[in-house]
T-cell receptor, first 110, second 114 residues
Framework: DAKTTQPTSMDCAEGRAANLPCNHS???????VYWYRQIHSQGPQYIIH???NNETNEMASLIITEDRKSSTLILPHATLRDTAVYYC???????????FGEGTQLTVNP | GAVVSQHPSRVICKSGTSVKIECRSL??????MFWYRQFPKKSLMLMAT?????????EQGVEKDKFLINHASLTLSTLTVTSAHPEDSSFYIC??????????FGEGSWLTVV
């Protein structure tokens, strides 16, 4: 699995968009970019994943650069409940062995 | 969406005893499940891959005789921590592949060994 790099922590004001970056410069052609988040004392929650096209669902949007070396997870209107550690993972879709890095601690402030 | 459930969510056991944690896929079949361990303020660490009908595959450094994994059906995997010690106290999490190959995680199980 390709290694991903994320900032250790980020802050965001409630109601504003939260943009979480991820670098995956060594990603291979068959690897998808997955995003999960973990709220304290809970199991990770799936957010979104994509290969090369931008993706959007009810939770977030995923913007992947054309060269696929980086991506950004966008929470359009952050709430206090979005405070969590966000993990970006590069993984082949057919493989389910996810390797977690340290992630980004997002803190949404009132 | 797919749901993975763990039980118990919290358990306290005495040192030297064994404790079993269950992981169930509630609305899909999973031939493979994964077990992770997470210490406070640390990331998830993969312990082993649970394979339905065959032996589990353990990550380097994980004692297979201490962490027994059984995957007897397509919807249930169990992790048994044998002869538990205080250093085994941790947050144990399982995962399984669901629809569209998306991986879903259980709620996690807190183990405290006293």
């Amino acid at each position: 699995d390709a290694k991903t790099t994320q900032p250790t922590s980020m802050d965001c004001a409630e109601g504003r968009a939260a943009n979480l970056p991820c670098n995956h410069s060594t990603i291979s052609g068959n690897e998808y970019v997955y995003w999960y988040r973990q709220i304290h004392s809970q199991g990770p929650q799936y957010i979104i994943h994509g290969l090369k096209n931008n993706e959007t669902n009810e939770m977030a949007s995923l913007i992947i650069t054309e060269d696929r070396k980086s991506s950004t997870l966008i929470l359009p209107h952050a709430t206090l409940r979005d405070t969590a550690v966000y993990y970006c993972i590069a993984n082949p879709q057919s493989g389910s062995r996810l390797t977690f890095g340290e992630g980004t601690q997002l803190t949404v402030n009132p | 969406g797919a749901v993975v459930s763990q039980h118990p969510s919290r358990v306290i056991c005495k040192s030297g005893t064994s404790v079993k944690i269950e992981c169930r896929s509630l609305d899909f079949q999973a031939t493979t499940m994964f077990w992770y361990r997470q210490f406070p303020k640390k990331s998830l660490m993969l312990m082993a891959t649970s394979n339905e009908g065959s032996k589990a595959t353990y990550e380097q450094g994980v004692e297979k005789d201490k962490f027994l994994i059984n995957h007897a059906s397509l919807t249930l995997s169990t992790l048994t921590v044998t002869s538990a010690h205080p250093e085994d106290s941790s947050f144990y999490i399982c995962s399984a592949g669901g629809f569209g190959n998306t991986i879903y995680f259980g709620e996690g199980s807190w183990l405290t060994v006293v």
